[in-house]
């Protein structure tokens, strides 16, 4: 949560409380991918009812009780440049973690981490619960998307915790085996410096047994907006790139993969105009 394919939605306290009930009643464990917990934790006290006057912190807290452990990306809502961490319930299987730990990473007492970093992540996640914080980073990506939507670009709205585009409807010329998304992704960087991620049928398409392609249910593009970085004018910038890319929408092609790993292809695929 929030969830990173789907335009970084937020997932409600409803919803996690049914999968806490069922993975209890199936004996399975409920892990919660908790990266993005404050940002989901915003949109539950100003979207879900009953949650008004429960503080962010306190959101998360509730969320953390369902669960019987947790992966964190720090990158994210520790608000830091590196590192990460698995926290356990079960002290059985947190020791057989930690033996791996040292054999892969390092020491349970730092993971492969230095002690700045973990230091760092302890402060992020004290104030990535700040109101103030939340409310700038929540609302600058909603800048963005309102621009985006004004501009005619279709995205998913309401904003989730990134401003993700639809490129289906964007480049409806270009066939879904000819990856639209990524088309999007590179005129992006081509015309403005501005990386992004493409998610859809790179990222999730699958081959038949003829060969073909076939594609994911969207094609999006993600536009992950780091944390405490972009200023206004920067946002402003990103929404003009989008204006040229709308001017030569029409004249874009496609493209077909020359290469690509067994798995998780989209990271090292290498592509070629058609
Ligand atoms: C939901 C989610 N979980 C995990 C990860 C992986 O994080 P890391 O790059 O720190 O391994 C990402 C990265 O984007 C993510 O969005």
Redesign the pocket.
């Given at each position: 949560?929030?969830n990173?394919s789907g335009g970084g939605q937020p997932v409600s306290m409803e919803n996690a409380r049914a999968v806490a009930e069922i993975c209890k009643k199936h004996g399975i464990r409920f892990i919660l991918?908790a990266?993005?917990i404050a940002e989901n934790a915003w949109f539950i006290k100003h979207r879900e009812a009953g949650f008004e006057n429960t503080t962010y912190r306190e959101i998360a807290q509730q969320m953390f009780a369902l669960a019987d452990g947790s992966?964190m990306?720090?990158?994210?809502d520790a608000l830091v440049n590196?590192?990460?961490f698995l926290a356990l319930r079960d002290l059985d299987l947190a020791v057989q973690c930690r033996t791996v730990l040292i054999v892969t990473e390092g020491f349970s007492t730092y993971g492969g981490l230095s002690g700045r970093d973990m230091e760092a992540i302890a402060i992020g996640l004290e104030e990535v619960f700040e109101p103030d914080y939340l409310n700038y980073r929540i609302k600058s990506t909603a800048y963005l998307a309102d621009k985006l939507y004004a501009l005619g670009v279709p995205i998913m709205r309401p904003a989730g915790g990134h401003a993700v585009c639809r490129c289906r409807a964007f480049y409806p010329n270009i066939p879904l085996d000819q990856y639209p998304g990524q088309v999007m992704a590179c005129e992006l960087y081509r015309l403005g410096g501005i990386r992004c991620c493409e998610i859809g049928s790179v990222m999730f398409g699958k081959y038949g047994a003829d060969g073909k392609l076939i594609p994911a249910k969207m094609d999006l593009v993600r536009l992950?907006i780091p944390r405490r970085v972009y200023t206004q004018s920067h946002l402003d910038y990103v929404a003009e790139a989008f204006g040229e890319l709308t001017k030569h929408r029409d004249k874009k092609s496609g493209y077909k993969i020359v290469y690509e790993p067994p798995f998780l292809r989209h990271f090292t695929a290498r592509f070629e105009a058609v």
């Open positions: 949560m929030t990173n991918d990266c993005r992966i990306s720090a990158k994210k590196m590192g990460g992950a």
